[in-house]
């Protein structure tokens, strides 16, 4: 057993709308009431408690319902001297005379006395005497506007939904996301027919609306149940909700109002985009079905590796073998930058390790900040062969630093490192 949940449903004895019962029971089964998706206005067990309330005019009147106007006027006084507040002082008397007090007001007027009889407690309230089912003009229409437009017309009020949005990846080689590219992007995507302008109907012409719905995108019915009238609104099927036909669609769309194009966009980077960004290009996306705003596009930055060059953030990192000679006698080298090679004037004694900053060699900063540094690591290669005259001055030179050996302390401090500068 499914449970419809298109309808809308307007309690007219509770007056609230309600999309928790049953359409196929409309809410006579038990347990039926299932909220779906949403919350609307919560009342469930509506009408049936309402409807148990209240009793019957016929029986508040104590007579049969073939009565006469006059069988009612007589039991109407009897009881109204029975029961008026101001000889009748027991609890209740005064909630009593309401009631018998409605009961003949309904009763007592043909009209809705029919429209009581018909329909019961739900009849009440819709008026004096109107029809009250020709919704068309009835004081009905007002009444279900008031209370379901609130549910219902936002639907139809609310601004036509956006285009799809769309995503594309583009590739960057290291360089272009440091300093920024123009990228061409290749997409399929749903744009607004240029014939119709997205109206779908062939080119001059406004589509009419559903004969249907009279443009209103749904329909409403009301159902007689065993608690009450129920109004139900659906999407209607004939326009499938859209409120108009296309009666002569466009050739160029085939009626769609959107054509599938393939389109090349330019995207600018931005100098210092790192790796995951994502670019947003506002309308870019798919047009939307219902003449809104079109979808953006997302366009997701990929970026390659670079054989010498790492980057963390806006530095650039970069590690680079010397020698031992240069390591002990320091050495004016050349180092490549993002830029083009600079010269660095490498210190006497520079330990393997050693880091030095070439400032302003990083990244561009993308929120138009500082640029970043080059950091550059410096490996001290040893030499794994040597030759002769190499091994004969090596010799020399071991001779002179002689063959003591001193431990070096693991995770030295900054005291040590101090000390060690200094030679103490
Ligand atoms: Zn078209
Ligand atoms: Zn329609």
């Given at each position: 057993m499914t449970h419809s949940q298109a309808s809308v449903y307007f309690n007219l004895e509770t007056r609230r709308t309600t999309d928790a019962i049953c359409r196929r029971c409309v809410g006579a089964g038990a347990a039926v009431a299932r909220f779906l998706a949403?919350?609307?206005?919560a009342p469930t067990r509506m009408a049936r408690e309402s409807m148990a309330d209240k009793q019957d005019y016929y029986e508040v009147l104590g007579v049969g319902r073939t009565s006469t106007a006059e069988d009612l006027k007589r039991a109407y006084r009897k009881l109204a001297r029975e029961y008026h507040p101001d000889v009748n002082r027991n609890d209740g008397s005064e909630e009593r005379f309401k009631e018998i007090n409605e009961a003949y007001e309904v009763l007592s007027d043909p009209d809705r006395r029919a429209a009581y009889d018909r329909f019961g407690h739900a009849a009440n309230g819709m008026g004096n005497g109107g029809d009250p089912f020709g919704f068309g003009g009835s004081p009905f229409g007002d009444l279900f506007e008031s209370f379901f437009g609130a549910a219902n017309s936002s639907r139809r009020r609310a601004a036509p939904a956006r285009g799809q949005d769309l995503q594309v990846t583009v590739d960057l080689s290291f360089e272009e996301a440091v300093f920024g590219a123009e990228k061409a992007v290749e997409l399929t995507r749903l744009e607004t027919c240029e014939d119709c302008h997205g109206t779908r109907m062939r080119e001059g012409q406004t589509p009419p609306r559903c004969p249907t719905c009279g443009g209103t995108g749904e329909v409403r019915r009301v159902q007689q149940t065993i608690l009450g009238q129920f109004m139900t609104s659906t999407p209607c099927a004939t326009c499938r909700g859209e409120g108009v036909t296309i009666t002569d669609p466009c050739p160029r769309c085939r009626g769609r109002g959107r054509i599938t194009q393939a389109r090349t966009i330019t995207v600018t980077v931005p100098p210092g985009i790192d790796e995951n960004a994502t670019l947003r290009l506002s309308g870019q996306g798919e047009a939307s079905p219902q003449g809104g705003p079109a979808g953006n596009l997302y366009v997701k930055v990929r970026i390659k590796t670079h054989p010498h060059f790492t980057r963390q953030g806006k530095s650039i990192h970069l590690q680079i073998g010397i020698n031992v000679a240069q390591a002990m006698l320091g050495d004016e080298i050349e180092i490549d930058t993002l830029d083009g090679p600079v010269v660095f004037k490498l210190p006497p004694g520079t330990q393997s390790g050693q880091q030095f900053r070439l400032r302003n060699k990083g990244v561009p900063d993308m929120r138009g900040g500082e640029r970043g540094d080059q950091l550059v690591t410096i490996h001290v290669v040893i030499p794994k062969t040597l030759t002769g005259e190499q091994r004969m001055l090596v010799e020399q030179l071991a001779a002179t630093l002689g063959s003591d050996v001193s431990p070096q302390p693991t995770n030295r401090g900054f005291f040590e490192k101090v000390k060690d500068a200094l030679g103490v």
């Open positions: 949403g919350d609307r206005r």
